[in-house]
């Protein structure tokens, strides 16, 4: 589980990196055209807008799994020890949650309603669906490193009962 987690990532963190490079290439060449030629390119604001929509989600859920989003930890750091490990899986299954049940399957309904009605982007004639496909892709991505949480704090709870035990008398 390990290994994947690292593999995703390498991938995810590559992919945020070429959509950020991207949108700072778009907007330079929306000033670039505007203020220059004197003749504003016509996809530029559209393309920014669509990117920094992918690159915050897609960012939100590489959060998720380096464990920098916005969290409460005061909790589960009081608890300490075993009771502190399973707040923490309790509190993973309410993240499996939400990214199952809104970010897939109501994000898989957003982009199958987009696509089935065909609506499309003004300027880059761009399937709208296309746009909302990252909420789903978010949602898997959140679910597995929640799912690689969980089993880390499973894994703590199996290994280390003596320690986590002997941590909360203190």
Do not use: C
């Not at 004197?38 to 920094?52: I, M, N, V, W, Y």
């Not at 746009?131 to 089993?151: A, E, K, N, R």
Request: charged share 10%; net charge negative; aromatic share 10%.
């Amino acid at each position: 589980m390990d290994q994947a987690k690292t593999y995703v990532d390498r991938a995810l963190g590559t992919i945020l990196i070429v959509l950020m490079a991207a949108s700072v290439v778009n907007v330079l060449w929306q000033v670039f055209t505007r203020f220059v030629m004197g003749d504003p390119s016509s996809f530029t604001q559209e393309l920014a807008r669509f990117l920094l929509i992918w690159v915050g989600v897609l960012g939100a859920g590489y959060g998720v799994g380096q464990h920098d989003h916005l969290a409460l930890e005061l909790v589960p750091e009081k608890m300490g020890g075993r009771a502190g490990e399973w707040l923490q899986i309790v509190i993973q299954g309410f993240i499996i949650l939400f990214a199952v049940g809104v970010l897939i399957v109501g994000g898989l309904r957003l982009v199958y309603i987009q696509l089935s009605l065909g609506q499309t982007s003004a300027s880059l004639n761009l399937p709208i669906g296309y746009v909302y496909l990252v909420l789903p892709l978010t949602g898997v991505i959140i679910t597995f490193y929640s799912l690689t949480h969980v089993s880390g704090h499973l894994r703590t709870l199996r290994t280390d009962t003596s320690a986590l035990d002997s941590a909360s008398d203190e």
